[in-house]
């Protein structure tokens, strides 16, 4: 059973950073590709960024590329998402997935943290 615990959302100027975190503390990480999705205000889910399990492969959406970075961390079984130049549409419910295979579509991962808000002011 994989149980994904995501932290580091909270409320920040525009142009500013943030650092989201995701953890298991069931300690199965390193068997899955892991991804972070959002969901804007009154809009469906997103993919934002997904990295393999070697985090050799890293993929995002074009609308953060080159602002946001995905990592990972399999001995303290945890997954990054930095933010920077953060922009007021970037407001979000940020989710963190795991998988079997790096993809941006949500059906193919199967577990699910329940979400940490983020909020832009511009």
């Known amino acids: 059973q994989v149980n994904l615990v995501e932290s580091g959302g909270g409320l920040v100027q525009a142009g500013g950073s943030l650092r989201l975190s995701c953890t298991d503390p069931a300690r199965f990480f390193d068997s899955y590709s892991l991804a972070w999705f959002r969901q804007p205000p009154g809009r469906g889910l997103e993919f934002v960024a997904a990295?393999?399990?070697?985090?050799?492969?890293?993929n995002y959406a074009e609308s953060v590329k080159d602002r946001f970075a995905i990592s990972r961390d399999n001995v303290k079984n945890a997954v990054f998402l930095d933010m920077n130049s953060l922009k007021s549409e970037d407001t979000a419910v940020y989710y963190c997935?795991?998988?079997?295979?790096?993809?941006?579509?949500?059906?193919?991962?199967?577990?699910w943290g329940r979400g940490t808000q983020v909020g832009v002011s511009s």
């Open positions: 990295i393999g399990r070697g985090a050799g492969t890293r």
């Open positions: 997935a795991a998988g079997g295979a790096v993809s941006s579509s949500p059906q193919d991962y199967k577990y």
